[in-house]
């Protein structure tokens, strides 16, 4: 019964002196939150594009036009994906579909894509995806800013009343936005599935004209007090 009332008596006792430390901790400490963003230029835009034809022999000219037109345009063979191909039967026209992915760059003509591929046996032209190739970087670089503005508000913070800041004792990554899905200026209010018309009045579609990537972190930080 000794040794029980011992070891029961050890328990409580450090419970208690775990409990002064957190509290210690809590007291001797100060949470901020610090908010960084960015606006990155995108360089790349992901598109899907069908064609179409009533048989498999103008299926193929037309895959071959598309290759062509976008070979013209700036857009390498290795950034053009197939993606599917569809036989409908039951249709008097247009019997064969098939579907691509395609990717251009800055140094591809976006004029010259919608331009040239406004024809007939293009069934339909989506954009995708925009995108910067460095997004990564740029996603790091604005983490990195937002925990040194938790480092120096508490900097401030602390100095107001006489005091330090010292180690980070413990870092939240918050909720973060990022717009990556944008949408070129000329096409908004329009419907994201984009047919091809001609329009009124000519419409620039370069990437000038494409809103920037808007990048948005927060980190919550914890600080000793010294």
């Not at 008596?9 to 001797?28: D, H, M, P, R, Y």
């Not at 004029?111 to 591929?117: E, N």
Request: charged share 30%.
């Amino acid at each position: 019964m000794k040794l029980k009332h011992f070891l029961l008596i050890g328990i409580l006792t450090l419970g208690s002196f775990v409990n002064a430390q957190t509290q210690e901790v809590k007291k001797n400490a100060i949470e901020v939150t610090g908010v960084a963003e960015m606006e990155v230029e995108p360089d790349e835009i992901i598109f899907s594009i069908g064609i179409k034809a009533d048989n498999k022999n103008d299926l193929a000219d037309n895959e071959k036009k598309l290759f062509e037109t976008l070979k013209n345009a700036g857009v390498k063979n290795e950034d053009i994906k197939f993606k599917s191909m569809y036989q409908n039967i039951y249709s008097k026209t247009a019997k064969f579909t098939k579907s691509y992915q395609f990717k251009a760059s800055t140094k591809s003509s976006l004029s010259k894509i919608f331009g040239d591929l406004n024809q007939k046996w293009v069934s339909s032209l989506n954009i995708t995806e925009v995108k910067n190739t460095k997004i990564a970087d740029f996603r790091k670089a604005v983490k990195i800013n937002a925990l040194k503005a938790t480092k120096e508000k508490a900097d401030y913070l602390l100095e107001s009343m006489g005091k330090k800041t010292g180690n980070a004792l413990e870092i939240v990554e918050i909720e973060d936005y990022t717009s990556d899905m944008i949408m070129p200026a000329a096409y908004k209010g329009r419907a994201s599935n984009i047919q091809l018309e001609t329009a009124d009045a000519p419409v620039d579609y370069s990437f000038d004209n494409i809103e920037n990537i808007k990048l948005k972190y927060s980190i919550k930080t914890r600080y000793e007090i010294l």
